[in-house]
């Protein structure tokens, strides 16, 4: 049950602590999940060190969780300040870890333009385990991409942080038992550091970030498995009204709704500039980025024809240093 609710190392590490007698295989899978997490965490703090970037959810959250407990994690969550900063990682990873680029998303909008990469390299056990990743983007949260707006700069305590962060992923899959440990360590952080203030300041902070129905949906998820305190029972009380207006903001032409495409990868042949640079197409655009070009797409199913002629452009910007004439170029 724990291995089909993602949670089977917690799961281990709970009944270790338990003194349960765990099996050689159970152990070893343990120790090796240890070394991914804390593996992962350093490389967030490496980056976040060496190129100004904010590491989301992961430490921070597990930071604050019993000392026994471990919390599982995937990859590590990266917010850099700009672009610039934004391949510098992607760069960096590429040479400390061999780690190669699994897509480049480019968001535009009225708010300019906002990029981010998935970068993967192999697990410790590549057999058996899924590979180390890590996100990189140069915005905190992206929404839905349909009714909700690219919030760049997350909240600076690790209790709402982490918070947000948790019901933002409702845009990409459905809560898991992982989110309702990190919202119960979150929710008890976050009322001892603010006390009678906590409903005011969520609901404030729930109003900025555009998350009050997500944000209601996991207290409500997390409330019959771990009843939740009267403060956040006032909390989500407040949330009621509040989801319902942020609600009928999620419109079609919202402010700083971004419109999302997709890198489709022509070559590896960097560009010139720490910056994705698009240059337009008859039929579809092509970037040039510190990775390679790509073919930039709203809709994954491609025809044979544009990659062909994406292919062809891009051989012609790489003639041309990776420039193309002023006309055709949209930063």
Excluded: N
């Excluded at 009322?191 to 009050?212: P, W």
Aim: proline share 6%; glycine share 8%.
């Amino acid at each position: 049950m724990a291995a089909k609710a993602g949670i089977l190392a917690t799961w281990l590490s709970s009944a270790q602590a338990r003194d349960i007698e765990l099996t050689r295989a159970a152990t070893e899978y343990l120790e090796r999940t240890r070394r991914r997490v804390a593996e992962l965490a350093r490389v967030g703090d490496e980056q976040a060190a060496a190129h100004g970037l904010t590491v989301l959810k992961g430490r921070r959250i597990a930071a604050h969780m019993p000392g026994w407990m471990l919390r599982q994690s995937g990859d590590v969550d990266l917010v850099a300040p700009g672009e610039e900063a934004l391949w510098a990682c992607v760069l960096d990873l590429s040479a400390r870890y061999d780690a190669v680029p699994q897509g480049v998303s480019v968001m535009d909008g009225e708010f300019g333009r906002h990029v981010c990469v998935a970068m993967k390299w192999p697990a410790e056990e590549p057999h058996l385990d899924k590979p180390m990743g890590a996100d990189i983007a140069t915005c905190a949260f992206s929404g839905d991409l349909k009714g909700v707006p690219v919030r760049t700069v997350p909240p600076e305590h690790d209790d709402l942080c982490g918070l947000f962060a948790v019901a933002e992923e409702r845009f990409q899959r459905k809560f898991r038992i992982k989110d309702l440990l990190d919202f119960a360590v979150l929710a008890e952080l976050a009322e001892r550091r603010l006390g009678d203030a906590l409903v005011g300041v969520v609901l404030e902070h729930v109003e900025a970030l555009a998350l009050a129905p997500e944000l209601r949906a996991l207290i409500r998820k997390a409330d019959p498995w771990s009843p939740v305190s009267p403060r956040w029972r006032a909390t989500l009380d407040e949330l009621g009204p509040a989801a319902k207006a942020e609600k009928a903001r999620r419109r079609p032409g919202r402010a700083g709704v971004a419109r999302l495409r997709f890198g489709f990868p022509l070559d590896t042949v960097p560009s010139r500039e720490p910056r994705v640079t698009v240059h337009r197409g008859p039929r579809a655009d092509v970037a040039t980025t510190p990775i390679g070009a790509c073919l930039l797409v709203a809709d994954p199913v491609l025809t044979e024809d544009v990659v062909a002629e994406a292919l062809g452009h891009a051989r012609t910007l790489e003639a041309e240093g990776g420039e193309s004439h002023a006309a055709h170029r949209d930063r």
